[in-house]
């Protein structure tokens, strides 16, 4: 079975992405780039092969273009602008939304009819302008949503108790951004309520420190790359798989008509299902607001520019 990917930016999230691939087991054969900046992307795409003999699985890597698309299986997109120091996510918007009508529409000029995943920021507002773009149906189109919010919670919760991350059941919702938010009533540590191991005050700094990992680490280093480059690969290994693993990821919300961060199952045709999680009232307080920033971002788009949505 054909199990290609197209990779649409090849910047440093989309190289994380690619290197993070390589390394792993996976059923990926095919790994095609596409980048606005081709001499570079030749000599990623190079850098890339050259790692082939240590690499667990045989995969065909190469340069090319949209039409490339029409047999993937998945198309990747990490283009658009960057988060600069002091900006946030959705200060991204106008750009990347200009940015994005023009690559949707030419993937799907190709004839595609795979899995759109994007990593792009502002990540839910670029999932649902895909959605409107490509005119494919809500189940084949998902964002990285918080996917890395959710691993850094359980990363942050492990180190400070002393347990495997493995074992620490708990996600991150909502925008990916700064309304996002932990439900902590439905957190666990194995079958135990995380309360058993944390404070209030350790539950409120460790959801302070991850949703503003990324702007400590892109005062410090300039960009995030590899965390987001590990949770792509893993959302492409559960669809491609055909694993029906649930992980936090931008999926249609069709109360609201939006893309937004929640637990969410993925297989072979994309998103299966989303699992609707009892919040307490202030976590649906928590989670109305995160649906509202959302909103508000669309609708400013819209207001802008009629024929951008």
């Not at 559960?238 to 939006?258: F, M, P």
């Not at 969410?264 to 995160?290: Q, Y």
């Amino acid at each position: 079975m054909n199990q290609k990917i197209v990779l649409i930016g090849c910047g440093n999230v989309g190289m994380s992405y690619a290197y993070a691939l390589l390394n792993q087991r996976t059923s990926v054969n095919e790994l095609v780039l596409i980048d606005i900046n081709q001499e570079r992307t030749i000599g990623e795409m190079k850098d890339l092969q050259h790692g082939l003999p240590f690499a667990p699985s045989k995969i065909n890597i190469h340069v090319g273009d949209y039409p490339d698309c029409k047999d993937a299986r998945m198309v990747v997109i990490a283009a658009g602008a960057n988060q600069e120091v002091g900006e946030t996510r959705m200060d991204l918007i106008d750009k990347n939304a200009k940015i994005f009508k023009s690559i949707v529409t030419s993937v799907m000029a190709s004839g595609f009819n795979g899995i759109f995943l994007i990593a792009t920021n502002p990540l839910d507002v670029m999932t649902y302008l895909t959605w409107k773009y490509s005119g494919l149906p809500t189940s084949q189109v998902l964002g990285s949503g918080t996917s890395l919010d959710t691993a850094r919670l359980r990363y942050m919760i492990a180190d400070k108790i002393g347990v495997n991350p493995k074992n620490i059941h708990a996600y991150v919702m909502g925008e990916h951004g700064d309304s996002e938010f932990v439900p902590w009533s439905i957190a666990r540590v194995g079958l135990e309520s995380v309360d058993n191991y944390l404070s209030k005050e350790d539950e409120e700094k460790i959801y302070v420190d991850v949703r503003d990992a990324a702007y400590d680490i892109i005062k410090r280093k300039g960009s995030t790359c590899y965390g987001i480059g590990m949770c792509l690969v893993r959302i492409t290994n559960a669809i491609l798989s055909d694993e029906n693993t649930i992980i936090a990821v931008s999926s249609y919300d069709d109360e609201n008509d939006l893309f937004v961060g929640g637990a969410t199952i993925l297989g072979n045709t994309g998103v299966k299902k989303r699992i609707k999680i009892p919040l307490t009232k202030e976590e649906e307080e928590k989670m109305a607001k995160s649906i509202t920033s959302i909103k508000d971002a669309i609708m400013s788009l819209e207001n802008k520019d009629e024929e951008m949505i």
